[in-house]
């Protein structure tokens, strides 16, 4: 077999030069202290991956919204999930920025992330929004945990980077909160 084969979707580019191998850190162009950036990277891998997943989730749910609300509440998705998109690649470029490498393929990912993908069914649009919410208080979580390793580290543009962000999560959670106050959404499980 050529290369090495991770299953079936992740394999080594045959003839490829490796430029850093996965789960290493090294010298960054802003000078950050290895070890310390080491920390952060797998900090914001948790968050970029958790984040990557949520992207996913809101998307499908964008997708499959039905009833009365349909159209604001896509119309919300939509934006929410493009705004997790973005959020996601933040992390990710922060990540390249310490020297280390981002989460990429679907196991790294899935490994990394706290927040979990649902089954590919199709749910109520309430319950789709319940599972959201929950999956954007995980990832709210994460994304506080790192704040005081930033702080402790020193890392200022981590630090920075997930405060900005984590306003802009609270702000979906709450808008879906308030969806989910609506007696006009679809109910049932």
Same mark, same amino acid.
């Given at each position: ?35 310390? *950036? ?7 891998? *948790? ?26 509440? *896509? ?115």
């Amino acid at each position: 077999m050529p290369g090495n084969q991770q299953g079936r979707l992740v394999h080594d580019l045959e003839g490829a030069t490796v430029r850093q191998e996965w789960g290493t850190v090294r010298e960054n162009p802003i000078r950050f202290d290895a070890e310390e *950036a080491a920390r952060m990277v797998e900090e914001l891998n *948790a968050v970029h991956a958790g984040a990557f997943n949520l992207f996913y989730l809101v998307r499908k749910h964008y997708w499959t919204a039905e009833g009365a609300e349909q159209g604001d509440v *896509a119309a919300f998705l939509e934006d929410a999930y493009q705004r997790l998109r973005e959020i996601s690649d933040a992390f990710a470029q922060r990540i390249v920025e310490l020297g280390g490498v981002p989460a990429s393929t679907p196991p790294q990912l899935q490994k990394y992330s706290p927040v979990h993908l649902e089954a590919e069914n199709l749910y109520s649009l309430r319950a789709s929004l319940e599972g959201d919410l929950e999956a954007y208080a995980t990832l709210v979580a994460c994304l506080r945990d790192a704040v005081p390793v930033a702080k402790e580290t020193g890392d200022e543009g981590s630090r920075e980077l997930l405060e900005d962000r984590l306003k802009e999560l609270e702000a979906d959670a709450d808008t879906i909160d308030d969806y989910l106050d609506s007696d006009t959404l679809v109910g049932g499980r």
